[in-house]
């Protein structure tokens, strides 16, 4: 299905009813909006690992510029924009008070949109980014887990993103630590935009900073963060815990960057509890 950004197609697809037949008749199931990382891949890189049907009315969709969505311009491919999409997609399918789940590169999204609209979100599941990267800390990160040679490669791709060469070594070397074997089938079978990816990669990847914004989230927000994560290694988590307080934080032990590819069982029985959570009425 398509509805119209902007002029932009932008795709989406549901998974489960929005209406539930319970005691007292019908009742609406909370909205789970699920945002895909990458960016340059699309949503089918996160639904067949999701089983919250039974809980939630699950909603995908395709940021612009990935998968099936229009590309537009790349002027507008940039986590402002991203964020106020998600705000306007609501708008036009009626979606109101969503669970927001982001994974990496979507999690970026959503912390763009829970900061612009922090009305908006009834909920936050984040995944794979912890509010920011900072390239010293990841470069040690990434030591940690394939020696200097892993380090020298991702330091290098990330003082200078725009390098191809930077790039494919990044690829080659660092990117087997944190993905997991198994997840190579979706990622492969996904539509891509490597456009997308390395024009965010060159512009805000590593310099877009929301641990000073934390404050205006005002949802309860759950981060599943994997213990073999560079992303969120210990001390990118430790620096999350101390800006955002608030936050509830899980590290999946056996879990690289995705949580909920690596560990899905676990994945799924947290969110399945916080959007529980959320129906019961605040002391």
């Known amino acids: ?13 549901t998974e489960g ?11 609406e199931a909370p909205q789970l909006l699920c945002l895909h990382g990458g960016p340059g891949v699309d949503h089918t890189t996160l639904r067949p690992f999701l089983s919250l049907a039974e809980r939630a009315q699950l909603v995908y969709l395709d940021h612009r510029g990935n998968g099936r969505s229009d590309r537009g311009d790349p002027d ?3 986590l402002a924009t991203w964020g106020d999409d998600i705000q306007r997609f609501c708008a036009a399918t009626g979606v109101e008070r969503p669970v ?45 887990l394939g020696g200097a040679e892993a380090a020298e490669a991702a330091w290098r791709h990330f003082i200078d993103p725009s390098s191809v060469e930077a790039e494919h070594r990044f690829d080659e070397i660092c990117i087997p630590l944190y993905i997991r074997s198994g ?24 310099t877009m900073d929301f641990s000073e914004s934390f404050e205006l989230i005002r949802c309860p927000t759950l ?26 934080i899980v590290v999946a032990d056996g879990a690289g960057h995705a949580p909920y ?23």
Not at 105 to 133: I, K
Not at 261 to 273: I, S, Y
Request: a negative charge; charged letters at 20%.
């Open 261 to 283: 590819r690596d560990q899905p069982a676990m994945f799924n029985q947290l969110v399945h509890e916080f959007l529980a959570s959320l129906d019961r009425p605040a002391r």
């Open 76 to 78: 507008d491919w940039n």
């Open 223 to 248: 981060f599943v963060v994997g213990r073999d994560d560079p992303f969120c290694s210990d001390e990118a988590v430790s620096a999350l815990g101390q800006r955002f307080p608030a936050a509830e």
């Open 100 to 144: 927001v789940f982001g994974h990496s590169f979507g999690a970026a999204v959503t912390l763009s949109y829970a900061t612009r609209y922090p009305d908006h979100p009834a909920g936050l599941v984040l995944s794979g980014y912890p509010g920011r990267v900072d390239p010293a800390v990841l470069a040690r990160a990434f030591e940690a």
């Open 1 to 13: 299905m398509y509805v119209s950004l902007d002029g932009l197609r932008i795709f989406f697809e």
């Open 17 to 27: 009813p929005l209406l539930r037949l319970g005691e007292a008749g019908y009742v």
């Open 183 to 206: 997840d190579f089938s979706a990622l492969q079978a996904a539509i891509r935009n490597d456009a997308v990816r390395r024009h965010y990669t060159e512009q805000e990847a590593f």
